[in-house]
T-cell receptor, first 112, second 116 residues
Framework: AQSVAQPEDQVNVAEGNPLTVKCTYSVSGNPYLFWYVQYPNRGLQFLLKYITGDNLVKGSYGFEAEFNKSQTSFHLKKPSALVSDSALYFCAAYNQGGKLIFGQGTELSVKP | GAGVSQSPSNKVTEKGKDVELRCDPISGHTALYWYRQSLGQGLEFLIYFQGNSAPDKSGLPSDRFSAERTGGSVSTLTIQRTQQEDSAVYLC??????????????FGPGTRLTVL
C-alpha cells in the first residue's frame, strides 16, 4: 500500500539548535513530496515541495528538505530553530491515484 | 491575494441534524478538495473536484456525506443526520489544477464540527 510515515510523534529541540523532522514514503512511480505546517486552530500552510531536480529543496521560513531516493526519505530541516517554529508538521505525497496522502504528523516543540 | 476561506469556523450541532460547510477557493484555482482531520485518524481525503469533470467521491465515508461545487468555484460539503463520530475538523484546499498529481494544494483554516 502507498503510504507516508513520520516515525516521531514529537520532536523536542532547544532554540538555536538544528532541527530535523523525519519522513519516509512508499509510493509508486516518481514521488511528489510536500511539507506542511499547522499552527493551533489553523489550516495547513505549505512549506516546500519536491517534484524533480535538486535533492535539497528550500522553502518558507528558512526550512529545507532533503530528498533521498535510495532511502525513500524526505526529511525536513532547519539550521537554527526558533520558538515560533513550534507547531504540527505534516509530510505528504501524491499516490498513484492522484490523491495527496499524509503522514500522521510530528509535533515540534522548540524551547527557549 | 486572498487564500482559501471556510465558513463557519466552528459548528456545534445535535446528533441527527444536517450541517452544511462552505469553502471559497483561491480565485482561478480549478481544483478543490475536502479533507477530514480527526484525532487519531490524521488527514483523510473526502472528495475532489476538477473543473467540470465528475468529482472523485471515493473518500466519502458514507452516503450521509455529499458535496457540490457551483459555478466551478464555491463548494458546500453537506453531512446529513450527523453522528458523534462525524466530529472533526473539515479542511478545504484548492490548487491550480493544471498538474494533476503534482499540484500544490493550499488549505483553508478549517471548520471544527462538534456533534453532541
Amino acid at each position: 500500500a502507498q503510504s507516508v510515515a513520520q516515525p516521531e510523534d514529537q520532536v523536542n529541540v532547544a532554540e538555536g539548535n538544528p532541527l530535523t523532522v523525519k519522513c519516509t514514503y512508499s509510493v509508486s512511480g516518481n514521488p511528489y513530496l510536500f511539507w506542511y505546517v499547522q499552527y493551533p486552530n489553523r489550516g495547513l500552510q505549505f512549506l516546500l515541495k519536491y517534484i524533480t531536480g535538486d535533492n535539497l529543496v528550500k522553502g518558507s521560513y528558512g526550512f529545507e528538505a532533503e530528498f533521498n531516493k535510495s532511502q525513500t526519505s524526505f526529511h525536513l530541516k532547519k539550521p537554527s530553530a526558533l520558538v515560533s517554529d513550534s507547531a504540527l508538521y505534516f509530510c505528504a505525497a501524491y499516490n498513484q491515484g492522484g490523491k495527496l496522502i499524509f503522514g500522521q504528523g510530528t509535533e515540534l516543540s522548540v524551547k527557549p | 491575494g486572498a487564500g482559501v476561506s471556510q465558513s463557519p469556523s466552528n459548528k456545534v450541532t445535535e446528533k441527527g441534524k444536517d450541517v452544511e460547510l462552505r469553502c471559497d477557493p483561491i480565485s482561478g484555482h480549478t481544483a478543490l478538495y475536502w479533507y477530514r482531520q480527526s484525532l487519531g485518524q490524521g488527514l483523510e481525503f473526502l472528495i475532489y473536484f476538477q473543473g467540470n469533470s465528475a468529482p472523485d467521491k471515493s473518500g466519502l465515508p458514507s452516503d450521509r456525506f455529499s458535496a457540490e461545487r457551483t459555478g466551478g468555484s464555491v463548494s458546500t460539503l453537506t453531512i446529513q443526520r450527523t453522528q458523534q463520530e462525524d466530529s472533526a475538523v473539515y479542511l478545504c484546499a484548492s490548487s491550480l489544477g493544471f498538474l494533476a498529481g503534482r499540484d500544490t494544494q493550499y488549505f483553508g483554516p478549517g471548520t471544527r464540527l462538534t456533534v453532541l
